[in-house]
């Protein structure tokens, strides 16, 4: 019994997320701060579960791993927001009036489906935008310093160069007739199963929810050590985009990490796009030097 309950946990806070957007009161869900406060509460929760739960003794949260993951959490709510929604979401609102494009169909869809229709389009992009990233070398610069993560906990999906978490927070959600609700539950979700995925926490799924929805075991594969074994399980959130398009492979990885499983500093992960230049310039300092002696 005790196992039944622990494989439902994730399922339950998807359906918890869902009933408290959908039935929760107006003045609650229409309020600014909502969806800042469901965020936090879920994370909060999940990182709680680490220290109860705990997956694998090696993953154990330290200082710096809690104060690194909380910088970039914060980076994602206010630095990497702003620019969405200034340079992405607001030109496409622009474009969409401009083109007078409506789909107000959306809005007489019940409430399940209009969240499973966000999900799955901002799921889709972000498969494909990171599938380029482990396929196409400039992306993987940008992506890499998620990789190079040594350990696996609930925040690390906001860890990462400031390039990369804008990229993969575009979407095409602004050109839809959406109820806000919706789009926030949706965005809800994505966090409470993006934090699961990475969460170092032991508390297996079932299966039909492993079929659908990534878990550790999925992304943990994705992040173990020869780069070869990462380009698989790209999903963020909905594992079964990999199983459509046979990027999805089975399995769980305890070590994690890129280039010897060295750990970068949020200075490091900030310039290794710019890593090959910085080495070129210095190659040839160095040139005119040797050649002189």
Not at 123 to 145: D, I, K
Not at 250 to 270: C, F, H, P, T, Y
Request: proline share 6%.
């Amino acid at each position: 019994m005790k196992a039944i309950l622990s494989s439902l946990v994730q399922p339950a806070f998807i359906a918890v997320i869902i009933a408290f957007w959908w039935l929760a009161p107006p003045a609650w869900v229409n309020n600014p701060n909502a969806i800042l406060f469901a965020v936090i509460a879920t994370t909060a929760l999940i990182q709680a579960l680490e220290w109860v739960k705990e997956r694998h003794i090696g993953w154990r949260m330290t200082r710096q791993e809690f104060f690194t993951d909380v910088f970039y959490v914060v980076l994602g709510f206010t630095a990497i927001d702003f620019l969405t929604s200034h340079l992405a979401e607001d030109p496409l609102k622009a474009f969409k009036v401009a083109l007078g494009l409506g789909t107000p169909w959306i809005a007489h869809l019940p409430f399940v489906a209009q969240v499973a229709l966000v999900i799955f389009l901002v799921e889709f992009g972000q498969y494909w935008m990171h599938r380029g990233m482990h396929n196409f070398t400039p992306l993987w610069l940008v992506h890499a310093p998620h990789h190079h993560i040594t350990q696996l906990n609930t925040m690390k999906g906001a860890v990462g160069n400031p390039i990369e978490l804008f990229l993969i927070s575009l979407s095409v959600i602004a050109l839809l007739d959406v109820p806000l609700t919706a789009v926030l539950c949706a965005a809800n979700i994505g966090v409470a199963v993006s934090s699961f995925a990475h969460a170092n926490v032991r508390l297996d799924p079932p299966r039909w929810y492993a079929f659908v929805f990534t878990t550790i075991r999925h992304h943990s594969l994705h992040h173990s050590v020869p780069y070869e074994d990462t380009r698989c399980n790209y999903a963020n959130s909905l594992i079964v985009i990999d199983r459509m398009f046979g990027t999805f492979r089975n399995g769980e990885a305890e070590v994690v990490g890129q280039d010897e499983r060295k750990r970068l500093s949020i200075r490091e992960q900030w310039l290794f796009p710019a890593m090959p230049v910085i080495a070129m310039v210095k190659a040839r300092r160095v040139q005119p030097a040797a050649g002189s002696v």
